[in-house]
């Protein structure tokens, strides 16, 4: 990976939005003081419809290549053809070993970028 990766912005999507926001802000910054970074993601406030939570959850493209160096092996190995959906699906899958019942993909402002 040589290009730079820009800003990730993803759809947080959840039915126990404070559940799970919580969980996902901890791990979040966890991973964040491990990469030794500060002020690398946020999450918006929810829109909430029909039972459901959705909010925005932007990810800096530093924090998102300092996560891919130190968990290269797993996320190359996640589904998915690009690298995008690879890191997604294995961000998801560590919220869900966190517990987070919250569904994230790719926010469409990311693929017009």
């Known amino acids: 990976m040589n290009d730079p990766i820009g800003t990730f912005i993803l759809d947080f999507q959840t039915i126990d939005f404070g559940v799970d926001v919580d969980i996902a802000k901890n791990m979040l910054s966890d991973l964040q003081r491990r990469c030794e970074l500060e ?28 996560l891919y160096a130190s968990n290269q092996y797993e996320i190359d190995r996640a589904r998915g053809k690009k690298f995008e959906d690879k890191f997604i699906g294995w961000l998801g899958q560590q919220l869900k070993n966190k517990g987070c019942g919250a569904q994230i993909k790719a926010a469409l402002e990311m693929k017009e970028l």
């Open 39 to 66: 002020n690398s993601f946020a999450i918006d406030d929810p829109l909430d419809r029909a039972g459901w939570s959705f909010a925005k959850l932007f990810l800096s493209g530093q924090f998102v290549e300092k």
